[in-house]
Each structure stands twice: as C-alpha cells, then as structure tokens.
C-alpha cells in the first residue's frame, strides 16, 4: 500500500481497537468492484465511504460545525448497489436531569447550543399535566448564524413543569419541511434540566443507491471519488470505530471506552466518595404538529455579531 493510501485514512488509523467484525468473504462477483475505499472532498467538506467485503459500510462526513459517522450494510441492486444504513435506539433530542437542593420549587432548563443549532427551527413547550400542547414556541430566532455553547432559561415554578416537550421541524426527501416532531418528557424530580440534539438520529438513516464506472463511485447520480483499496490496519479501525456501534447492540466506539469521567470515578471511589452525574431521560411518546403550531417570539431571540 503506498503511503499516499495511509496517510489520506490516517484518521481510521488513529482509533484502531482491538475489536473487531470478522466474517467470511461474502460479496457476489458483481459487488466485488464496489470493495474498497472512496473520498470527496473540498476546502470546506470531506467526505468518505468505505464498502467491505463483508457487505458493511463506513460513511464520514466533515464539514464546519458537521461531523456524521454511519455505518450500515450494502449490496447488489439491479446494475449498482444500495447502501441502507443501521442505528441503534437513541433520542433525537437527549434530555438529563439532576436535584440540586438550592433549586428547590423551580426548574431550570439548559439548552446546548452547537448541538441545537443542527436541528431545523427547534421549538419548546412545558405543561402542569400530560395533555400534548396544541402551540409551541420556536427556541431561536429563523436564520441565527452566531451560536454559544449554552442557553439558560430563567427558573420556573416546578408546578408548572411537570412535562416538558422539545422537537423540530421534521424535512422529506426534498428538505422540504413536513411538520413539527415533538418529543415529550416526563419531568421527575430534576429540577435541573440540560437539553440537547443528536444529529446521528435526527436525520433520516441514509439509504442511497450507488454505482461503479471506470472505477469511479457514483452515488444517487453524482460522482463521489476513484476507488483505493483499504489497508488491514485501516479495515480494523473502520470495523471498530463506524461499523460495530451500529450494528451490535451495546457496541461503544474506542473513543468512548476507558472515558475520562470513567477515571474520574475509579479516582473518587477509591477516596470513598460518590461522584454524582446527571441522569438521562426516556421520552414518553414522539407525536407530531402541523408546522402553524409553530408560534411566539423566540425563547432566545439573540443577536448576530
């Protein structure tokens, strides 16, 4: 393998783990060509796609305050090939409470921003009881471009937080815009609230239909990259870092094995103390709104430096 090769999938290198998906070679004759690896790329984006010969696949994409990892399984279709991708359950819009004694009667909500800003015009609602509001108030302003880590709410009486409910503006195909995507939360006993986005599954699973010409990879029509072959080093971090998470239950990616908060408490328990974290909530239910329930000024109206 020529080091033009290595180095342009030294990233994979860098994550390799020890485990892996091993499996027989299982490609046909006519998804053979497909095997290997495909790069996209500008001054702003970067883009891969790796196809195995297990019939996995591996997409990256890098571009501004974007990252996206998937991964998933591929095979033969009429004259190319579809690539559908596989998640594992997860929220759109992760939700973690804690009590904090101070906070007693009140509820304070903290919205992560970089990560909110990837949804399409969030919106949020709180409510005494479980009966699903009709309206709900967008979280920013339409078109913000500036964005900080963290937005608070001023505390509010706890009586009327029982439920909280956090969603989008759900797209088709076309990015056209459908209606809202709600999510609904049972407050619990926290009293202190932080709440974000998951793009890996707020998006569609990607399902694209590709084909190979003149060793060029095509996808959905356009021309993505020339084929390279994989090195064995590289093969194993894809498998472990992209493929495995997706496809096996409970699977964690090396990056979030052996944590630094892991440490932290193996540090703490050995001093006997107990460190407390924020626990994450479970949705009650997804339901859906008409997008003119969208309404009301923006929660954090902002302004664009």
């Known amino acids: ?12 290198v860098a994550t390799l783990a020890a485990a892996c998906i091993t499996s027989a070679f299982a490609v046909t004759p006519a998804e053979k060509p497909y095997v290997g690896g495909y790069t996209q790329g500008s001054v702003d984006t970067r883009s891969q796609l790796m196809l195995l010969d297990d019939n996995t696949f591996c997409f990256t994409f890098m571009g501004g305050s974007l990252d996206m990892l998937a991964g998933g399984r591929w095979k033969a279709e009429s004259n190319g090939v579809r690539l559908q991708e596989v998640r594992q359950n997860g929220a759109i819009f992760p ?30 609602a709180t409510s005494s009881d479980d ?50 995507r709600v999510m609904q939360y049972r407050r619990g006993d926290a009293n202190t609230l932080a709440v974000g986005y998951d793009q890996a599954f707020g998006n ?7 084909t190979l010409k003149d060793n060029v990879l095509h996808v959905e029509g356009s021309r993505f990259g020339k084929r390279d072959e994989l090195p064995e080093k590289v093969l194993e971090s894809i498998r ?66």
């Open 1 to 12: 393998m020529s080091q033009h090769h290595s180095s342009r999938y030294a990233p994979w």
């Open 95 to 124: 939700a973690f409470g804690k009590q904090l004694a101070e906070q007693k009667g009140s509820v304070a909500f903290d919205f992560h921003g970089y990560s909110l800003s990837n949804a399409t015009s969030a919106v949020f």
């Open 131 to 180: 009966a699903l509001p009709t309206t709900m108030r967008p979280l920013f302003k339409a078109g913000q471009n500036n964005w900080s880590e963290s937005y608070k709410l001023p505390p509010l009486p706890a009586a009327q937080v029982r439920y909280f409910y956090i969603g989008d503006v759900e797209v088709d195909a076309n990015r056209q815009p459908k209606h809202l």
């Open 204 to 210: 569609p699973p990607l399902d694209l239909k590709a």
């Open 240 to 305: 472990a870092a992209c493929i495995r998470p997706a496809l096996v239950p409970g699977a964690k990616r090396p990056a979030e094995e052996g944590s630094e908060e892991e440490a932290q408490d193996k540090a703490a328990a050995a001093l006997g103390k107990v460190v407390v974290r924020n626990a994450p909530l479970v949705p009650v239910k997804t339901f859906y709104l008409p997008l003119a329930a969208m309404q009301g000024t923006p929660y954090f109206p902002g302004t664009d430096k």
